[in-house]
């Protein structure tokens, strides 16, 4: 058991929805076919909430994601790139709000924009980093291999808009993963420890894109909790070893066994992925009763 897990450093952690949209289901569950075609003729539409985690740490909020920016469902130009916002109509249709902020949403659980101190982006697409703009003093932790592909030929293509990610200010700061003495670790190849007390570990778990990350979560007051950004849409799917219709096939099993492996070490590890529609609700589910309320 590692020391945070005896210590309450996590009072509590949702998961918010900037709106929701909809993705293929070959999208959602893989297909034999080429991703472009169904890209272009699939009619088969699955509706997923587009969330991000909240975590309330006795250092400060931090955030796993930053949600959908709402400008994308009303300005016809959010994306620059002619051939990024082909590839975006083809691919997710959005239902979002005029109130489904990042500040919004996280004003509804009680807190202030200018309260998150930290980011976990787990990976650079437009849905996972729309929030950043409203969160101007926060740090936002990405990795060395994700931000690298910002200065390839052509990023829009993958959905990595620079126009939304490179804002003048930010705070971006590349993780490089490194070795660490806990063997749980080991098969991933390097960690990092967010807050230093190893209630936040960001282990690599590429496939998705190429930098993708995910957090492991471990304080007194919940189950320890894996969440893995888009490495899979469902828990299940990734249990079952059905990788999703995008991303590098090879890279995402691998690390799909080496999620499995973490799990098989921590038995009670609740897995999150960054689109589950029941998520909070399981978040609320598991939460321990805090053993200050009958005092
Ligand atoms: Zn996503």
Known sequence: MSPAETENLIASIHAISTGSGEQHKEHRYGSRMPSLWWLLTSQK?????????????????????????????????????????????????????PNDTLTSKLQELGFAAEDVSKVVVSHLHFDHIGGIKEIAQAELLVSREEWQQLSGPHPERDFIFREHIE???????????????DLLFDPFGGCHD????????LLPTPGHTPGSMSML?????????????????????????????TGDVALLRSSFAKVRGLKAQLPGLMILASHDPEADKDLAAVRAPDPQANI
């Not at 804002?167 to 003495?181: C, E, R, T, V, Y």
């Not at 967010?194 to 570990?201: A, K, P, Q, R």
């Open 45 to 97: 539409w699955i509706e997923i909430p587009i969330n991000l985690y909240v975590l309330e740490h006795r250092d400060g909020l931090v955030l796993f994601d930053a949600g959908m920016d709402p400008a994308i469902a009303i300005d016809p130009n959010y994306v620059s790139s002619a051939i990024g916002r082909f590839f975006m109509r083809k691919l997710f249709r959005f239902h979002i709000g």
């Open 194 to 201: 967010v807050m230093g007390d190893g209630t936040m570990v």
């Open 217 to 245: 979560v471990r304080s007194a007051g919940y189950p320890p909790l894996l969440l893995v950004g888009d490495l899979t849409y469902e828990t299940d799917l990734l249990m079952n070893d059905q990788v999703p219709g």
């Open 167 to 181: 804002l003048p200010g930010a705070k971006w700061h590349q993780i490089d993963f490194q070795p660490s003495n």
